[in-house]
């Protein structure tokens, strides 16, 4: 525990779930917290030497605001608090609800000191692309197909403007448990834009034991095997796929574009 007034609240990432992909300040920033708050699967990734101690406060994933609003209460009675989500907690994850939960109009008084820092860490679709090769070498952007958050109709819109501008495009939540359609549909967008031949990667439980990483042609995608431990990276007009040495095939797309 600590003093009254010496409290902290940082949002770390843990990477993908691989201990190498953890970074040295994100190691040292729950080191030095008393309190760790998450859903509970992900302060299962923290590596068990650096839990010894400390007090856990794990949840349900979709219970969001509320864990936030827990470490803004913890950090601002003077603890210090290490909130924390697999890969970067800025994608997709816990950094902005705290932000929120900080800036909402019925948050206490005392949660708007309370100074929030965050600490990144590997994104699935960064690990995903390294262990593929450089799908993202060239413009990329990043879609969330959950639509817990946000209507279909937005990611619909994104899917399709990705594709008209011709960006690689990384999906993150690909199938949801209640919406078991929308990688699909998603998908009947993207291939009204692309060739049968695009590349396309799957990186399941990257960094994680069972890691399984496959690039396939768009036209021989079989998209049952994607799960929400899935992220799917959909190449642009110019990536390509090589043979890799010991037969898996790399992918990359080129940094220079046509035309330049
Ligand atoms: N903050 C996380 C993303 C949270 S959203 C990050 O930066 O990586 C959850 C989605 O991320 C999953 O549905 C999946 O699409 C993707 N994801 C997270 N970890 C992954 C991993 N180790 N391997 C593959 N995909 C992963």
């Not at 989500?85 to 000191?113: H, I, K, L, T, Y």
């Not at 692309?194 to 998209?223: F, H, K, M, W």
Request: with cysteine.
């Amino acid at each position: 525990m600590s003093d009254h007034g010496s409290g902290w609240l940082a949002v770390v990432g843990l990477g993908p779930g691989d201990p190498r992909w953890l970074l040295p300040e994100a190691r040292r920033t729950i080191e030095a917290a008393d309190h760790l708050v998450g859903y509970q699967t992900y302060l299962d990734m923290v590596p068990v030497e650096l839990v010894a101690g400390k007090e856990r406060h794990g949840s349900d994933n979709r219970v969001e605001i509320e864990r936030a609003g827990l470490a803004l209460q913890l950090a601002a009675a003077g603890e210090r608090v290490a909130v924390v989500s697999s890969g970067d907690p800025g994608v997709f994850a816990m950094a902005a609800a705290v932000f929120e939960a900080q800036q909402d109009a019925g948050a206490p008084e005392a949660w708007r000191s309370v100074d929030i820092t965050v600490v990144p860490g590997v994104t699935a679709a960064l690990a995903a692309a390294a262990r593929a090769g450089a799908p993202l070498g060239h413009d990329f952007c990043l879609v969330s197909l959950s639509d817990n958050l946000k209507p279909w109709s937005i990611i619909e819109r994104r899917v399709r403007a990705a594709m008209e501008a011709d960006l690689v495009l990384a999906l993150y939540n690909p199938v949801s448990r209640h919406r078991p359609t929308q990688l699909a549909a998603a998908f009947d967008l993207i291939r009204d834009h692309r060739s049968p031949a695009t590349p396309v990667v799957l990186g399941r439980d990257v960094g994680r034991p069972g890691e399984q990483v496959s690039v396939i042609e768009l036209g021989a995608l079989d998209l049952s095997v994607c799960d929400m431990r899935t992220v799917v990276i959909v190449g642009s007009t110019t990536t390509v796929i090589v043979p890799g040495a010991g037969g898996a095939s790399r992918v990359y797309t080129p940094r220079t574009y046509p035309g330049s």
